[in-house]
């Protein structure tokens, strides 16, 4: 089955964060960076990057370039807490997620059936859940592997998306400038350009062995990536400390019945990707509902098995918060031990 990768990158995430904490912020010129003499930006918003200025730009440089420019200092204790709700909206649809960074990850989503398995659409959700819940905006590349995905991420941004299907990857591979692909950098871009090589296109009508004695070992990979191929997996190594499954209704519902036919319907569902995560302890089981006005609650209870009749407590317990309020949407998440330390030292607070 041929992969359904995203790619998704949040848009100028620091200063994202701190423009949507802070309004007076969101319709000036900000950086994110420090303030020593020889100190340089972690990113820029959107109106900054108008002005030339980017990220890793020194102070004096990009206040050069826009005197209004406001630099301010990062708190990476709040993009570490964003990046922890992105990371949760991630697990939601997949299992295999391969992060790069606070604001980016790869997504593998072949084996989702949401959506009637359209990569698309996943990718169009994810986005909608991380503005709904942090009114913050992503972008995302959708493609059959991690090289086109995550140059199709930055097709349509801030706040869009690129799907390249399996049928137009040589299309759109053909045109694509050298730079383009990762490992090549300024330096070597010009030492390509000097032997005529400047596109993709340009590299196809070479050979591996005439590349190999201008990149060496290094030319397998560009000649592969000039024709599009990438077979690399997710390399996922994080340790799993919950799951979750949930829905989002295109209706609201009211109905206690109907709400427990939710919770039937996703219960087979989260079984199959606890059988995916592996051999795991399950320290608890929880449920959420957000309502119609977009409040959210949560119920817990310690549990060392997946019962779907616990669930069904839970839900009961959920619903008495409900005020009148009509139900959005349903989740269903368990939660893990920590296997790096011992029963004592177990946290029973849910992410």
């Not at 969101?26 to 900054?48: E, Q, W």
């Not at 799993?240 to 569902?269: G, W």
């Not at 199959?272 to 209870?301: H, M, P, S, W, Y």
Request: charged letters at 25%; aromatic letters at 6%.
């Amino acid at each position: 089955m041929t992969q359904k990768i995203i790619h998704i990158d949040m848009d100028c995430f620091y200063a994202a964060v701190e423009m949507r904490d802070n309004p007076n912020l969101k319709d000036i010129p900000i950086a994110v960076g420090g303030n020593g003499p020889r100190s340089v930006l972690s990113t820029c918003n959107y109106i900054a990057r108008s002005y030339g200025v980017r990220s890793a730009m020194p102070n004096s440089r990009a206040l050069a370039l826009c005197p209004e420019l406001v630099i301010v200092n990062g708190r990476m204790d709040a993009y570490k807490a964003a990046s922890k709700q992105i990371r949760a909206i991630f697990e939601r649809y997949t299992d295999i997620i391969e992060p790069l960074s606070l604001d980016e990850a790869y997504l593998d989503v072949t084996d989702c059936e949401l959506f009637q398995g359209s990569a698309t659409l996943i990718a169009q959700q994810i986005r909608t859940d991380i503005f709904e819940e942090l009114n913050l905006t992503a972008s995302a590349g959708i493609a059959p592997s991690k090289f086109l995905a995550k140059i199709a991420s930055d097709e349509n941004k801030p706040n869009g998306q690129c799907v390249i299907t399996p049928e137009t990857v040589s299309d759109f591979v053909e045109d694509l400038p050298l730079k383009k692909i990762h490992g090549i950098g300024p330096k070597t871009a010009e030492k390509l350009k000097r032997h005529g090589f400047e596109t993709c296109a340009d590299i196809r009508k070479s050979s591996i062995k005439n590349l190999s004695l201008l990149m060496g070992k290094f030319a397998k990979v560009i000649y592969e990536r000039s024709h599009g191929i990438d077979n690399r997996k997710l390399e996922v190594s994080r340790e799993r400390k919950s799951l979750a499954i949930e829905r989002t209704f295109a209706v609201d519902i009211s109905e206690h019945a109907d709400c427990v036919e939710v919770v039937a319907k996703l219960f087979p569902q989260l079984e199959q990707r606890l059988e995916k995560v592996g051999d795991r302890k399950i320290t608890k089981q929880g449920i959420k509902l957000k309502f119609a006005d977009f409040n959210q609650t949560t119920v817990e209870q310690q549990s060392h098995e997946c019962t779907k009749t616990v669930f069904i407590d839970l839900l009961n317990k959920a619903l008495e918060r409900a005020e009148n309020r009509k139900v959005r949407l349903i989740g269903l998440t368990l939660g893990f031990s920590n296997t790096s330390c011992d029963e004592s030292q177990l946290s029973f607070t849910f992410e």
